[in-house]
């Protein structure tokens, strides 16, 4: 089973900037699909962007032109950049890898613990 470890949270105000790193336990050229999900207080876990080995990108219609999901090979990680935060961007997010299932794609294996972002003035 893959275990991944989210880092790279923090708070900032409206605006800024931040980004996401998750480090997979195994070679992350062997995981076909990633994403990010986001849980914030009160609500249900929600998928935020998917990445696939062949270098598709799917965002969720709230973070489209704002957030950018990509992967670095050589540093055996996958990246989440936000930018132009917003309150509602408040989150634990978590790093997951993905199946894709009948042209969904939806998360297996376990979850890490998360790294939260918190966007506030």
């Known amino acids: 089973q893959v275990h991944l470890v989210e880092s790279g949270g923090g708070s900032v105000q409206p605006g800024g900037s931040l980004t996401l790193s998750c480090v997979p336990s195994?070679?992350?050229?062997?995981?076909?699909?990633m994403g990010w999900y986001r849980q914030a207080p009160g609500k249900e876990r929600e998928l935020v962007a998917v990445h696939t080995r062949s270098g598709i990108t799917r965002y969720a219609d709230s973070v489209k032109g704002r957030f950018a999901i990509s992967r670095v090979d050589a540093n055996n990680t996958m990246y989440l950049r936000m930018s132009r935060l917003k309150p509602e961007d408040t989150a634990v997010y978590f790093c997951s890898e993905m199946a894709n299932i009948n042209s969904d794609y939806l998360h297996i294996g376990s979850w890490g613990q998360g790294t939260q972002v918190t966007v506030s003035s």
């Open positions: 195994t070679n992350i050229n062997s995981i076909t699909y």
